[in-house]
């Protein structure tokens, strides 16, 4: 019995259709998914090692010539092309010239070792055969130790045993040559020659198979990576835009401080400049015998003249200090000198109406002074103009075990807060209906910069009447 159902011309003949139908397959399914010029090197590859078994089998039909040395030369250049195919998978694809060059190089020698002894020819040509099939084999695992590596490892399988058959060809060569007997072209169906022939068929469809599921996978892990890049392209579009909002946020918070300072400042100065002038022409109109008149109109321009201090530094912490992206760094600072500095700020005449009380053992604490002196005086500020002119005005100041900081209570008798304003009582604009000057900006800083310092500001109603504000300041180990 045959060892092939077929003749080997008819095998080698379909052999060849089927490296053609496979490439012009491969290159149907990858082109809408792959590379082209990687396609195109592997399908090309693939076409030119069918022409070779077309040749091969055209043996007996045409000059040897044309069914020896030329397909072997151009299944060789084949080879050649998928290597250059695997060196671009693998994101090598200046490789090509090296290839290109060592193929050249194997059909030099192939056609130098025919012209020295023919017999050399078939071993030799085996021997070049096998290099290319076990390079190609071997490049083909090294793309395998990718992610795309499943599709890799069936043409690494695929193109080793194609390797072997030619290595065992080389050896019945061999074999031949050392018993003196000259191998002449033949295509006479030896189990060498089958298993050959076996190989291509293997490396032919599996070979392509893999690399269907190779050029696949590297689709997809393509797309994925695009998908992410996408998505970090978004995640950092929606920053950027995040970031310009914020930008033009704070841009339209400072122009609308400028406009508040411009407002809180002019008026006032306007008013505290009559008051001046007023008690400048009392004193020259032989009114110094009324020195009471006097004296009133002098304290109200002084009165006027420290709101608009006040709004001048609450207006000038919201815009720079409280906007600013940099960190705080705050200092250890005496707390009662925090605590005379903030009723140091206070209208001298109301400044008595503040009683204090200490229970806290902390005589420093980690601050920005500065800050923390604005905040206070706010809500001592607030506190005085809110409440009847006749009441007390609680200042404690007391420790907090859990979680560890110093509090400042601040306590009055006012009338308290409206229920409306009581969830934005710390945003900017908040204001009641009290009928008293100003742009809900005082608690609005107090808010602010306790959460730069990481503490808190809060507020309850008082017992039988008024508000308690308590900042609470962490306190570091």
Known sequence: MPLVPLDTHTALYLLGVVYLLMSGLVWMILRPHHDAAAIGLWCGGGVIIGTTYLLFSMRGAIPVFWTTLVPVAVGLFGLGLRICALFRESGRSHRWRLVMLVTTLAILSIMLSGAIDPAWRRPVISLMMASAAGWLALLAREVGRQPNGRGAELITVSY???????????????????????????????????????????????????????????????????????????????????RAAALAERLAEREEFVRVLAHEVRQPLNNASAALQSADAALHADAL???????????????????????????????????????????????????????????PRQRARVHRERSSHARTAAMDIGLMRLALRNLLANALAYSPPDSPVMLQVSDSDEPLGLVFEVRDEGPGVAQDVRERLFERGARGNHGLPGHGLGLYVVHQIMLRHGGQVSWAPNEPRGSVFRLWLPLVD
């Open 160 to 242: 080793v045993f194609f390797a072997l058959t030619y290595l065992l060809r080389l050896a019945v060569g061999l074999l031949g040559y050392s018993r003196g007997s000259h191998l002449a072209p033949t295509l006479a169906p030896t189990l060498d020659l089958v298993l050959v022939m076996a190989g291509g068929l293997v490396a032919g469809i599996f070979g392509n198979v893999g690399y269907v599921g190779l050029a696949l996978e590297s689709a997809r892990i393509r797309r994925e990576a695009q998908a992410r890049a996408l998505q970090q392209e978004q995640i950092q579009r929606g920053a950027a835009e995040a």
């Open 289 to 347: 015998a009324d020195r009471g008149e006097v004296q009133e109109r002098l304290q109200r321009a002084q009165k006027v003249i420290g709101h608009i201090v006040g709004a001048i530094d609450n207006t000038l912490a919201a815009t720079t200090v409280l906007a600013s992206q940099q960190p705080l760094a705050p200092r250890d600072a005496d707390v009662d000198m925090l605590i005379e500095l903030s009723l140091g700020d206070l209208d």
